[in-house]
């Protein structure tokens, strides 16, 4: 059974950096893309960014860009959120997120059909 499982999250200071892991099992092909998403309270889902995970090339949303890296290790099936310079604003659940095939935007959380279970990320002093 294919699954996602994240970790990491937890409480941090304005400023500060957060490393949140994604590991996958049970998947008979490995994901082209692989996503991460979060969600604040009364907010919708909002794409953070995505890796390739042929070529390992990443994308951002501007809100993150400059501050979030995303990376993987290939031979672990593991996808990585290294969050870094922190903002109360960054408060959310964090997913990450995979898809079997092409299912729409991979901008949206309708193009991914495998999700985790979420992680707390909260940015306070």
């Known amino acids: 059974l294919a699954r996602l499982v994240e970790s990491g999250g937890g409480p941090v200071q304005p400023g500060g950096s957060l490393r949140l892991t994604c590991a996958a099992s049970?998947?008979?092909?490995?994901?082209?893309?692989m996503a991460w998403f979060r969600q604040a309270p009364g907010k919708e889902r909002e794409w953070v960014g995505y890796?390739?995970?042929?070529?390992?090339?990443?994308l951002y949303a501007d809100s993150v860009k400059g501050r979030f890296t995303i990376s993987q290790d290939i031979a672990k099936n593991t996808v990585y959120l290294q969050m870094d310079s922190l903002k109360p604003e960054d408060t959310a659940i964090y997913y990450c997120?995979?898809?079997?095939?092409?299912?729409?935007?991979?901008?949206?959380?309708?193009?991914?059909?495998?999700w985790g279970q979420g992680t707390q990320v909260t940015v306070s002093s």
């Open positions: 890796i390739d995970t042929k070529f390992g090339n990443t």
């Open positions: 049970g998947f008979t092909y490995s994901s082209d893309f």
């Open positions: 997120a995979a898809r079997s095939r092409f299912i729409d935007s991979l901008y949206s959380a309708s193009g991914y059909d495998y």
